[in-house]
């Protein structure tokens, strides 16, 4: 991607809250499986990976990010009050598993993401930003 190409994409994103990440090929698709969840309901995240190696990845330190007009703000642990086990989970090449994280009843109205910390099994090195946030979502009201 030309220079140019990045300086005004990186423009545009700044009015529209979206973030630019270098082009590579993903290792791990993170994607909610609603993209309205109603507070008190259960977020649902599918893990893919996509690489040709194994993938490590603890949903315990995973994180709520809220869009607060042009940034994104943590909002604290995903998994809130509900205990977890700290462990590294593996997900084998084109392999995918699912997790639920419970929305709070006095989640504030918005837009959301999650934030995950994930390595490659064989350096152990963490992924890239991009492949560690899932989808933006909106948290609505229960009756919509």
């Known amino acids: 991607m030309n220079q140019r190409l ?9 009015l529209a809250a979206c973030e630019v990440f270098a082009p590579h090929d ?6 909610t499986l609603e993209t309205r969840i109603a507070v008190g309901q259960d977020a649902e995240v599918r893990f893919t990976n996509l690489s040709d190696g194994s993938l490590l990845y ?3 330190y995973a994180l709520l990010e809220r869009l ?6 943590d909002m604290g642990a995903a998994s809130g009050d509900v205990p977890c086990s700290d462990e590294l989970r593996i997900l ?3 392999e995918s598993g699912v997790v639920a994280f419970p929305l709070p009843l006095d989640l504030a109205l918005g ?3 999650y934030r995950f910390t994930a390595f490659y099994d064989e ?3 963490l992924l890239p930003v991009a492949d ?3 989808n933006r979502f909106s948290v609505v009201t229960g009756a919509y």
């Open 111 to 113: 837009t959301y993401r």
């Open 132 to 134: 560690r946030v899932t």
């Open 123 to 125: 350096t152990e090195g």
């Open 6 to 14: 990045v300086v005004a994409l990186s423009g545009l994103c700044a």
């Open 58 to 60: 603890n949903a315990c």
């Open 26 to 31: 993903p290792a791990l698709r993170l994607e």
């Open 92 to 94: 084998l090449p084109a």
């Open 68 to 73: 607060v007009q042009t940034e994104w703000r």
